[in-house]
């Protein structure tokens, strides 16, 4: 009799705690605790809504499986030692060649995305920008994707904004805003440099012996918009793949300074820029008299930009052509 006592009032107290823990929605247990003190299953369940250019999107903080295929976000990523699982591997910036080893999967190239192993490597996050911008839809209907491209007519407002979004997914908030702050005084320096010069500049893009110019507002025109100097021409089309000029075109310019981002080298052909550039009209210019003319990394301008290591260059690469 006393043993049957005993079972039945272990039994009721049971139950007790076991209400208790119902009604107020908390267990009388300790949970496991996060890394920063957070409950684990509070911390897996986070749930933040992310605004881009395409739309609205609800991402879980810290996904594991992040599919990249913008490289100046891969290399913020990078910077910030976020590991992601998949991205396309054509034409990967020499700066990030690491991402070639066979533990990152390949998806494809920029413009012809692998939906098929997007889809193997089941991601957490799809992260896209311009060039995959019209498969949107394809993306979104795989994974949660976000748009990180970068909108040039407001280059440096676009790229905070990328930066600081990674960097709330994934918990870096403190690292972004240190790496921006030392990115935003290199460009206060170069930008009041720049400017006392009073030297002006053209942009072109040099492509298989053709040449297109890229003013003010275009996807190279940070060299005006943010760092400060002066447009050689102010009325030249903004577009993609900018406008069309010749060699005359350059002499009637004559600019002081003249940056050439060479697509041929980017995409993996030979690089002929210089060749094709330095011809006996533009040796007429003070850029080439002056030893202005400065051939710009194409890792950075043509196929990253707009990523906490690849803006960063490109400051110091502008930096260096005034010294």
């Not at 533990?103 to 190239?109: L, P, R």
């Not at 600081?164 to 997914?169: A, L, N, S, V, W």
């Not at 003070?286 to 260059?313: M, N, Q, R, T």
Request: charged share 25%; glycine share 10%.
């Amino acid at each position: 009799m006393i043993a049957v006592l005993a079972v039945f009032a272990v039994a009721c107290g049971s139950g007790g705690s076991s209400t208790t823990g119902s009604t107020n929605g908390t267990a009388e247990q300790p949970q496991a605790q996060g890394a920063q003190g957070t409950p684990a299953t509070e911390a897996q369940s986070e749930e933040l809504t992310i605004k881009h250019q395409l739309g609205e999107t609800k991402v879980k903080k810290n996904p594991k499986k992040v599919v990249v295929f913008d490289f100046g976000t891969l290399d913020t990523l990078d910077k910030l030692g976020v590991e992601v699982a998949a991205l396309p591997k054509t034409s990967i910036p020499t700066y990030l060649e690491k991402y070639k080893d066979d533990k990152y999967v390949n998806v494809g190239s920029l413009k012809e995305p692998d939906f098929e192993k997007i889809n193997e490597v089941k991601p957490d996050l799809i992260i896209i920008s311009g060039r995959q911008q019209a498969m949107y839809e394809e993306f979104k209907a795989i994974a949660p994707t976000i748009y990180q491209g970068v909108d040039t007519s407001r280059y440096m407002e676009s790229f905070t904004e990328n930066a600081k979004t990674i960097g709330q997914i994934f918990g870096k908030e403190a690292a972004v805003e240190e790496e921006l702050a030392k990115i935003n005084e290199s460009i206060k320096k170069l930008n009041a440099e720049a400017t006392a010069s009073g030297k002006n500049a053209l942009i072109i893009l040099a492509n298989d012996g053709k040449v297109s110019a890229y003013g003010a507002g275009s996807r190279f025109g940070i060299i005006h918009d943010v760092f400060g100097f002066t447009p050689a021409d102010k009325n030249i089309e903004v577009s993609t793949h900018g406008q069309s000029i010749s060699f005359e075109y350059i002499v009637e310019k004559d600019p002081d300074f003249l940056f050439v981002i060479d697509r041929t080298a980017a995409v993996g052909g030979e690089s002929s820029a210089k060749g094709v550039v330095e011809n006996e009209l533009v040796k007429k210019t003070k850029a080439f008299k002056e030893g202005h003319i400065v051939y710009l990394k194409p890792d950075f301008w043509y196929l990253s930009g707009g990523g906490l290591v690849s803006v960063d260059a490109m400051v110091k690469e502008v930096e260096g052509a005034l010294k």
